[in-house]
């Protein structure tokens, strides 16, 4: 069957016989976590966070943003089409919905610069 526990902050705990859990915070927040060790979030805002069995984090934002999270890189696609990554090392890379490049060192230096006509400006700084 179904298990609720209230808390005295507000918040309420749905065990259900599945294995699924509901925790529904005080701020409206919910937060899903299922048997296969995945999770689900889902904030006031309209902001969804997702966790994969793998450890991958997907945040889909209200505004359409959209994150994704891994060991190797964090990814945001942004309603444009522009996806901007940045690598663990601090490295990162921007490509515009308009085709442009743009690569950034962990420093932030400018490494390669694509121009809209598909010509590269590289430098090395």
């Given amino acids: 069957g179904l298990e609720v526990l209230e808390f005295e902050n507000g918040q309420v705990e749905k065990n259900y016989a599945d294995g699924t859990q509901e925790i529904q915070f005080p701020d ?72 442009r490049v743009r690569v950034k060192d962990s420093d932030g230096q400018v490494l390669v610069d694509t121009v809209v006509d598909g010509t590269a400006a590289s430098k090395q700084w």
Avoid: C, L, M, W
């Fill in 28 to 99: 409206k927040t919910v937060k899903y976590v299922f048997p296969s060790g995945e999770e689900e979030t889902v904030f006031a805002d309209g902001t969804v966070s997702r966790i994969t069995a793998t450890g991958e984090r997907v945040v889909e934002y209200a505004n359409g943003n959209r994150e994704v999270h891994t060991a190797s890189f964090k990814k945001r696609r942004y309603p444009d089409g522009t996806v901007k990554t940045v690598f663990p090392d601090g490295r990162q890379e921007t490509k515009f919905a308009n085709g």
